[in-house]
């Protein structure tokens, strides 16, 4: 969402003034051009000229991020860093719910996320996957968290 505002008053002394209470000439770049805002989730960018809002990125939508899981498997699983047996039980914990997903119903997202955590806490304890193969999971899973729930 954008807000121009063009309203710029003009001091005693004929300057061009940003609405800040300071004089600031026209020829000149403020020393502050961005200003943001921390009392609102959405951050603002002020000028001498314009004022842009933005809202903050849109959560992903979970078939998106199930979609990166399958692949960061399947990525892992064929480095070796993932066992065959395992990439198996996390596609199988996944597929249904993209299934569901696909055909537009509600699905459990939130709850796949929660099994997929304590799945993969799991597996790697029991050296079934490397550090480093959890970690890129966990990442991917906690996007799957904030995704919008539900629907694709």
Do not use: C, F, W
């Not at 997202?109 to 997929?116: I, N, P, R, S």
Request: hydrophobic share 35%; charged share 20%; glycine share 6%.
């Amino acid at each position: 969402m954008v807000a121009l505002a063009h309203e710029q008053d003009q001091d005693t002394a004929g300057h061009a003034s940003a609405g800040h209470g300071t004089p600031a000439a026209a020829s000149r770049p403020s020393s502050r051009p961005y200003a943001h805002s921390a009392s609102s989730p959405a951050a603002t960018t002020t000028s001498p000229t314009r004022t842009t809002t933005t809202s903050p990125p849109a959560p992903p939508r979970p078939l998106a991020v199930i979609r990166r899981i399958s692949a960061t498997i399947r990525a892992y699983a064929g480095t070796g860093q993932i066992r065959p047996d395992v990439s198996t039980d996390l596609n199988n914990l996944i597929q249904p719910v993209a299934t569901d997903l696909l055909a537009g119903r509600a699905a459990p997202v939130a709850q796949l996320a929660d099994t997929l955590r304590v799945k993969v806490a799991t597996r790697l304890g029991e050296g079934a996957l490397s550090p480093a193969a959890a970690r890129a999971l966990d990442a991917e899973i906690s996007d799957l968290s904030r995704s919008r729930t539900g629907r694709r």
